[in-house]
């Protein structure tokens, strides 16, 4: 236990179900530290059209530390593993004074109680290049840099030592993943270069396109059909080319490979495939599910199962990097926004006995 007058509640995770959970305890009863690389909240529906310059970064955002709850701590950094035994959380730091070749500094965290809610990482598929050379848009320092290289590749293409063909090569723009994501940010860089960009580049009008490339058979695959039709349509409309059944094999600087077209150009590639388990996820020693996107499993309290189901006393999980055993849920906001606001309410003292996120029968009516 931590020599401390109030218990250490630590939150791995800065996502929407760990967020809630920080702004909303009472700091009258927990020393509250947060552990996260990211230093905010992404709204990630709003950072597609932050990239296009819709709004300021700041509106798709918001900060974990605030005036009015400076008694919490934040630790900018990921955490490696955790020594459920000895309640300690083994961390890495993520800053970069000296630039990207900056040696980590490691240190531990100790803890009373735990909520585990590090979200999940950018599913790449261990894609040869995705990582190097493709952008992904999870955060808003990745809309920052596509905003960026969106105003370079136009700069670039109107060169006068620019061919024609070097200028169609530079403005397709690739983006892989068909889903929700994918789909957005295709609509909004339409819509950025069909309203504003063409007039301000005369020269290049017509020589843009937009490909969305997904391995599916169609675009929103996970969705309902006639959402995926919708969607579809309203694409085509925009004349944003969809190219389904589609591998990519690899990834360059300047274009993609794949099996079906072999090499494509490309001045900008966006990677919006789904997400894969965090590597302290797949690290941990409990009970996930054996099949699909590999989550930590919780009972109805919220509270982390082991191995042999039965639960960890003051260890919790909520957001992408978790799901109920026997009732799985979305990775959705709603989802970690509401299981953040049951866990406060129990942690605060609040929730009446015995009350779950979900009935004994597996309802869902915990989830407005």
Not at 155 to 169: G, V
Not at 177 to 191: C, P, T, V
Not at 204 to 230: C, M, N, Q, W
Not at 246 to 264: M, P, Y
Request: net charge negative.
């Amino acid at each position: 236990m931590v020599d401390s007058k109030k218990p250490v509640l630590a939150v791995i995770g800065s996502g929407w179900g760990g967020f809630t959970l920080t702004q909303k305890i009472d700091l009258s009863k927990y020393t509250v530290k947060v552990i996260s690389p990211i230093r905010t909240i992404q709204y990630t529906p709003l950072l597609a059209s932050a990239a296009c310059g819709l709004f300021n970064f700041r509106m798709a955002e918001e900060p974990v530390r605030r005036k009015s709850r400076t008694d919490m701590s934040y630790y900018k950094a990921f955490a490696e593993d955790i020594d459920f035994e000895k309640r300690v959380i083994r961390c890495k730091s993520d800053t970069h004074i000296k630039g990207d070749d900056e040696e980590p500094e490691f240190f531990d965290v100790e803890y009373d109680k735990l909520c585990i809610a590090p979200g999940c990482d950018i599913q790449d598929f261990g894609t040869p290049g995705a990582s190097k050379h493709a952008f992904f848009l999870k955060t808003t320092n990745d809309a920052r840099l596509i905003q960026q290289r969106i105003l370079e590749i136009m700069d670039k293409a109107s060169l006068p030592t620019t061919t024609e063909q070097e200028q169609r090569d530079l403005l397709s723009i690739r983006i892989v993943g068909g889903g929700a994501i994918g789909i957005e940010a295709a609509a909004e860089l339409w819509d950025l270069w069909f309203e504003e960009m063409r007039f301000l580049f005369p020269q290049l009008d017509g020589k843009l396109t937009i490909t969305i490339h997904d391995v599916a058979p169609s675009i929103l695959s996970t969705f309902d059909a006639r959402l995926s039709e919708y969607a579809t349509q309203s694409l085509e409309g925009k004349q944003v080319a969809l190219k389904t059944y589609s591998h990519i094999s690899s990834v360059e600087a300047d274009g993609i490979i794949t099996k079906e077209d072999g090499r494509l150009p490309s001045g900008l590639i966006i990677w919006a495939t789904g997400n894969k388990a965090s590597s302290l996820v797949q690290k941990l020693d409990v009970k996930k599910p054996e099949h699909g996107l590999p989550r930590i499993l919780t009972d109805k309290y919220l509270r982390v199962l082991r191995p042999d189901g039965s639960p960890m006393k003051d260890v919790y999980a909520l957001g992408d990097a978790a799901d109920i055993d026997g009732v799985s849920l979305p990775t959705l906001a709603e989802v970690a926004l509401q299981k953040g606001e049951y866990l406060t309410t129990t942690l605060n003292g609040r929730e009446e006995d015995g009350a779950t996120m979900v009935s004994s029968e597996g309802d869902k009516s915990g989830l407005a």
